[in-house]
């Protein structure tokens, strides 16, 4: 950036730069890195685990606590075997994949163009592919010490399952009646064949799931509401203008359970992707779920007396890939006088994994540094910081994405203030100290 105008300003470009930022600062780093990592696999480090809570606690705030129709819950991760035959997840969830016989390797039969040369074919770089076969994508486990196949289990491949395993039980200690949703946010394991794009498809990642269910007449009105809520909050949390799109699915791609859906894509540096899907499950759950278990999951209409299998909205998004969304649409470098340049991370402040650093200019400063430090942290997370020059602390905080600085300076002492650095604009207040946490709750707004 050093020969740009001053005040000018790019989006991010490479994913390496961001991937090199994630590091750097610790919000995302390859899992077990000491032993060279393990593919589709990712760490959250300090940063990291705060952004991916602020995610998670805006969208329990909005999806569930915000609602007196929807009921959260945390369901075990392995659920009855039985459950994924229920689902078809046995039967069907699968990609095709074909191998190299000569460089041994295994790629997804739709993604050949991401394998490259074929590194061990002498005189030619063209792969020698096998016929395409299915390749289921659960990940399996034992449970117990028994070696025969009754022991085989499998880690969730999605967590809406046990939402519809747990639907009867939930429905009656809430008290709920039809229409009424379950949410539940988890890890969810797929055996991708080529995890890629750092966070974006990944073997082990989050899901943030809603299953709202309705009388069949309603299923147009409440698709349309769950679509119109999900892209609300997307805005809300940053992801805005140019930035997302809908795609409806064409009838041949809609999955075995689904009747319409509607994906929800961000554009990342590698193209327009998928970050949320929205479907119409219709009762397949219920129904599959009810000839599995043998227990009857049909309700009955309170005035009617009717007996009937509610129908499934869905909306289904994934934690990390937001994550990873917010993160490429906040990553900015800007050029700055004097040939310099920042790097900064525009995150929304509800997200923003620290909310004000508290930044002394001398270590003589320290005591009443500390002691708003104390004050602030009651409220926010608080970065505290002594040590080094203050543009560069500044230019950390530009990076970790943090919307505040506080700086303790030796007029302080005189006049009671300090100085409120704004991350954006540069902007820099003198707020007496015994205001600086109303200046910055104003600032932060609500849920900062
Ligand atoms: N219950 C429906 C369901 O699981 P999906 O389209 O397979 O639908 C929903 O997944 C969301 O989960 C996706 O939009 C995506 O954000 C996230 N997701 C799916 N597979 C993923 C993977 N391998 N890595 C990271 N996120 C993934």
New binding site residues.
Partial sequence: MGSEQPGSSRPLQRMEDLVALCARRGFVFPSSEIYGGINGFWDYGPLGVELKNNLKAAWWQAVVRERDDVEGIDSSIICHPRTWEASGHVEHFSDPMVDCRACKRRFRADQLDDAGPCPAREGSSEHDWTEPRRFNLMLQTRIGASEDASAIAYLRA?T?QPIFNDFRRVREVARQQIPFGIAQIGKAF?N?INPRNFT???RE?E?A?LEFFCRDSERGRWFDHWLDERLRFHREIGLGAGHLRTRPHAPEELAHYSKRAVDIEFRFPFGWQ????I?DRGDFDLSRHSEFSGKDLAVTDPETKERYLPVVI?T???V??TCLALLCHAYEEEALPGGEARTLLRLHPRLAPIKVAVLPLSKKLAEPARRLAGELRRRWNVFYDEAGNIGRRYRRQDEAGTPFCVTVDFDSEADGKATVRERDSMQQDRVPLEAVAAYLADRLGPGG
């Fill in positions: 999605e809406c797929r991708e974006f498809r990944s990642f899901q799931e998928e970050i949320e899907g479907h869905e289904s998004v994934g990390d890939r």
